[in-house]
C-alpha cells in the first residue's frame, strides 16, 4: 500500500498538470483576483471542463462579512451549482469575503475576493462651475529679479534655495496664508534676514532671505513670482441628496507652471455661465469661456482636491432638468463598450446630453483614464470641435446609469479622450466640513 502511494500522488500529478495546460484551465486561472457586484447581481463562472472535472471543482464562501449590515453567519453573497455547469454567484447583501475554488474539496487552486456593494443613487450632474481654489501655502512659480542699488540683478530666495513649486507656509514662524501677507511682511522686514519656511514634496526646509528694495515697485522683495490659488471652469458631475456632497472634475487641479497638485486651504464652487467655446484642434486643445454667477443656484465649498476630483458640500439642494429624478449608479464591471452619452453645457447655462461611444475599457485603471471615449454626435462636434477644456467632468451616462465623467482628451484627436470610474470618484467622496474662499496671483 506505501509503495502505491508515491505512483498515486505522480498520477495525480500528471494529471493536473495536463489540465493546467488545457484552454479550460486557461480560462479558469484567467479569472480575476478581485470581483464587484452590486447587491441583486449574479455572476455565472463555467470552466468548459469535463463533467467528471467540473463537478470535482468545488467553490466555497470563506471570508466573514465585514459589513455591518450582514452579520458573518449570513454571507452577502451566495454560491450555487448552476444547471447549466459551473458556479453561480449572487450578491445578497453588502459586504467582502474571499471565494475559494478547491479540487476535491481539499486542494486549493484558486481565491478570489468577491465585495458586494448596495445599489446607489446620486443626482445627475452637467452643470457648468466656477471654480475658486486657495492653496494651502503660497506657490512659488518663478524669480523676478531684484535691482540691488548698484544698479546689479539679484536673485535673493533662488540663491538661498528657494526652487519653482516649494510651498511658502511661513516667515519667521509666522503663517501666511496669502501673496499680500507674504508682500507685506518681507516689506516690514525690509533689508533684514528673514527665515522662510517652505513645503517641497514631503520635506519642510527653513531658508534664511534677505529682502532687497525694488526702485520699480518702492518695496522691498526677495525676487519670487508666486501664486496663492486657481480660478477656472468645470463641470460638476454628481451630487449626493443624503449630505449634499458633490464631486467635479474627475481630476486633480494643477498649477499650470510647476504641474504639481494644490493642496486645498479653502476654496468654493459657483455657477458658471459659457459665453462662447474656442473649438479644439489637432495639437490645440479648446476651451469654454464663461463667466461666474452667484445666483444661478450653485455654490458650495470645496474640502478636498484629488487625482478623482474636487469634493465639497453644496449651499443649496442641486437638480438636472434634464434628469429630475436620481439615478443608479453605474460601476466598472458594468460598463461596456458601446454607445453612451454625456451631460454638458455649451451655450450658457444649459444642461444638454450628447452622444459618444465607449470605445475601450480598462477597470484596472486607477488613473483616471480607467475608459477611451469618443465623441460622435454631429452638433457638439461642430460647436467644441471635440473634447474641450471647461468639460472635465462632464458625466457620462450608459444604460440610464451614471458610470463616470470625462477626464482629459486626446491632445492630437481631440475627438476622443479619457474617462474616470464612478468606482474611483466614489472612493474620494470627502467626510464633512465647512470652508472657504478667495484667491488671487502677483509678485513679490
Not at 81 to 100: C, F, N, Q, W
Not at 171 to 181: A, F, H, L, P
Amino acid at each position: 500500500m506505501k509503495q502505491l502511494r508515491p505512483v498515486a500522488g505522480i498520477i495525480l500529478a500528471v494529471l493536473i498538470l495536463a489540465i493546467s495546460f488545457s484552454p479550460q484551465a486557461r480560462i479558469f486561472f484567467n479569472l480575476p483576483d478581485q470581483q464587484k457586484m452590486v447587491v441583486g447581481e449574479s455572476s455565472h463562472i463555467n470552466f468548459g471542463l469535463p463533467d467528471q472535472w467540473q463537478k470535482r471543482i468545488q467553490m466555497q464562501v470563506m471570508g466573514e462579512s465585514e459589513s455591518v449590515f450582514a452579520s458573518p453567519q449570513d454571507p452577502p453573497v451566495a454560491v450555487n451549482r448552476s444547471t447549466s455547469g459551473g458556479y453561480e454567484i449572487v450578491a445578497l447583501k453588502p459586504g467582502r469575503v474571499d471565494v475559494t475554488f478547491k479540487l476535491l474539496g481539499y486542494i486549493p487552486i484558486k481565491s478570489m475576493a468577491v465585495e458586494s456593494v448596495p445599489t446607489r443613487r446620486v443626482v445627475l450632474g452637467g452643470h457648468s462651475i466656477g471654480v475658486l481654489l486657495q492653496s494651502d501655502g503660497i506657490m512659488v512659480v518663478g524669480f523676478a529679479p531684484v535691482v540691488n542699488s548698484q544698479g546689479e540683478k539679484v536673485y535673493p530666495a533662488r540663491d538661498k534655495g528657494i526652487e519653482i513649486g516649494d510651498l511658502i507656509l511661513k516667515i519667521d514662524g509666522k503663517t501666511v496664508r496669502s501673496e499680500n501677507d507674504l508682500a507685506r511682511i518681507i516689506d516690514e522686514k525690509r533689508d533684514v534676514s528673514t527665515v522662510i519656511t517652505v513645503k517641497r514634496r514631503n520635506e519642510v526646509l527653513s531658508l534664511p532671505v534677505r529682502g532687497y528694495y525694488c526702485s520699480e515697485t518702492q518695496r522691498y522683495r526677495v525676487g519670487l513670482y508666486v501664486r496663492d490659488g486657481v480660478v477656472g471652469v468645470g463641470t460638476l458631475t454628481f451630487w449626493s441628496p443624503e449630505n449634499r456632497q458633490y464631486a467635479a472634475l474627475g481630476h486633480i487641479i494643477i498649477d499650470a507652471d510647476t504641474r504639481q497638485g494644490i493642496d486645498v486651504l479653502k476654496g468654493k464652487i459657483v455657477g458658471a455661465s459659457v459665453q462662447t467655446v474656442k473649438p479644439g484642434k489637432p495639437g490645440r486643445p479648446g476651451e469654454k469661456i464663461g463667466v461666474f454667477s452667484s445666483n444661478s443656484g450653485v455654490s458650495g465649498n470645496i474640502i478636498k482636491n484629488t487625482h478623482c476630483g474636487i469634493y465639497g458640500i453644496t449651499a443649496d439642494k442641486l437638480t438636472n432638468p434634464l434628469k429630475p429624478y436620481t439615478v443608479e449608479v453605474g460601476y466598472a464591471h458594468q460598463v461596456k463598450p458601446g454607445r453612451a452619452q454625456i451631460y454638458t453645457v455649451i451655450n450658457g447655462d444649459e444642461i444638454e446630453a450628447f452622444d459618444i461611444e465607449i470605445e475601450k475599457i480598462h477597470p484596472e485603471r486607477q488613473n483616471g483614464k480607467g475608459m477611451v471615449i469618443r465623441i460622435t454626435d454631429s452638433r457638439l462636434l461642430s460647436v467644441t470641435g471635440g473634447i474641450v477644456q471647461g468639460m472635465s467632468g462632464s458625466p457620462i451616462v450608459q444604460n440610464g446609469k451614471i458610470v463616470g465623467a470625462i477626464t482629459h482628451v486626446f491632445l492630437n484627436d481631440p475627438h476622443r479622450g479619457y474617462g474616470i470610474f464612478m468606482d474611483n470618484m466614489l472612493s474620494e467622496m470627502a467626510e464633512t466640513g465647512e470652508r472657504g474662499q478667495t484667491v488671487s496671483t502677483n509678485y513679490k
